[in-house]
């Protein structure tokens, strides 16, 4: 099994950029789908998370309204898209998968996803 995350780099504050998330080597449509980040000398966060139906999303306070995940099963690849970037956001973000029978899920712990993503840098400038 594989997640590679892509998308990362740096961008001005207030910019965008999207995260892309791709699967290998697993049933993509049978996983709820999370991304965290990680900030230096803080640790991993939750940023949001997408059932496997795609039907439920929650994200944390900090993104709502800014940040929108999306998945295409089709291509086994989930999205974040990252609007109105704050420094505050800058981070490495990782990508994670759990298996699950639910088609909707409440927020999944960390420590419950089965695999994880490399991660990518997000470079926020002020």
């Known amino acids: 099994v594989q997640l590679q995350a892509s998308g990362g780099g740096l961008v001005q504050a207030g910019g965008s950029l999207r995260l892309s998330c791709a699967a290998s080597g697993l049933t993509f449509s049978r996983y709820a789908m999370g991304w965290f980040r990680q900030a230096p000398g803080k640790e991993r966060e939750f940023v949001g998370q997408?059932?496997?139906?795609?039907?439920?999303?929650y994200y944390a306070d900090s993104v709502k309204g800014r940040f929108t995940i999306s998945r295409d099963n089709d291509k086994k690849t989930v999205y974040l898209q990252m609007n109105s970037l704050k420094p505050e956001d800058t981070a490495v973000y990782y990508c994670?998968?759990?298996?699950?029978?639910?088609?909707?899920?409440?927020?999944?712990?960390?420590?419950?996803?089965?695999?994880w993503g490399q991660g990518t840098q997000v470079t926020v400038s002020s």
């Open positions: 997408m059932s496997r139906s795609g039907g439920t999303t």
């Open positions: 994670a998968a759990k298996s699950t029978i639910l088609t909707d899920i409440a927020v999944i712990p960390q420590s419950e996803y089965h695999y």
